[in-house]
């Protein structure tokens, strides 16, 4: 399986920009990259995808590497309704496994 | 927005107990999946389904688990006979296709195995 690589955790003060990284040094040509969160006592929420582009929408934007090595998760404005774990994921055909992800705090 | 709807919300039974968790997916989706996630730890695959048969599954899913689409709404994932360790959140999810689509997820059936 193509693996991902995150940080444990990462802080941030309420309404400033969050850089959340994710490596993935052996994903292939046909990979998507996802990234979902988990609220508490939430199920999974998807946030956003892209294969090779940057994409934006109205919840973060994603930056991809040039050589898809690497991958950041970009929140604009973080909120207090933004703590939750972040996880990078590499999606192919049928299925989609989740790591430990990054587990987010937003300080007020 | 359409959204994957599960239930019950709690499920308590008795180790040994057959139980049957419910989902119905986004009424478009053609891929459908079921993850499970013990209390503190990582959500864990265990089965995608499309077409009537099982796509890919994990090592966890083994011959206790069964899933079924039994009519053209619903999607059930069985336990044939629970264990302790089986206490965990079940996830189901959806999908309208496979990588370029994202995973839609209910909110989760707490099974309680007692």
């Known amino acids: 399986d193509a693996k991902t690589t995150q940080p444990n955790s990462m802080e941030s003060n309420e309404e400033e920009p969050v850089h959340l990284p994710c490596n993935h040094s052996?994903?292939?040509?046909?990979?998507?990259i996802h990234w979902y969160r988990q609220l508490p006592s939430q199920g999974p929420e998807y946030v956003i995808h892209g294969l090779t582009s940057n994409v934006n929408n109205r919840m973060a934007s994603l930056a991809i590497a040039e050589d898809r090595k690497s991958s950041t998760l970009i929140l604009h404005r973080a909120t207090l309704r933004d703590a939750a774990v972040y996880y990078c994921i590499l999606r192919d055909l049928n299925d989609m496994r989740f790591g430990a992800g990054t587990r987010l705090t937003v300080k007020p | 927005e359409p959204e994957v709807t599960q239930t019950p919300s709690h499920q308590v039974t008795q180790m040994g107990q057959e139980v049957i968790l419910r989902c119905v997916p986004i009424?478009?989706?053609?891929?459908f999946y079921w993850y499970r996630q013990i209390l503190g730890q990582k959500v864990e695959f265990l089965v995608s389904f499309y077409n009537n048969e099982i796509s890919e599954k994990s090592e966890i899913f083994d011959d206790q688990f069964s899933v079924e689409r039994p009519d053209g709404s619903n999607f059930t994932l069985k336990i044939r006979s629970t264990k302790l360790e089986d206490s965990a959140m079940y996830f189901c999810?959806?999908?309208?296709?496979?990588?370029?689509?994202?995973?839609?997820f209910g909110n989760g059936t707490r099974l309680t195995v007692t």
């Open positions: 009424s478009n989706h053609l891929y």
């Open positions: 052996t994903i292939s040509g046909t990979d998507y």
């Open positions: 999810a959806s999908s309208s296709g496979w990588g370029n689509s994202p995973l839609h």
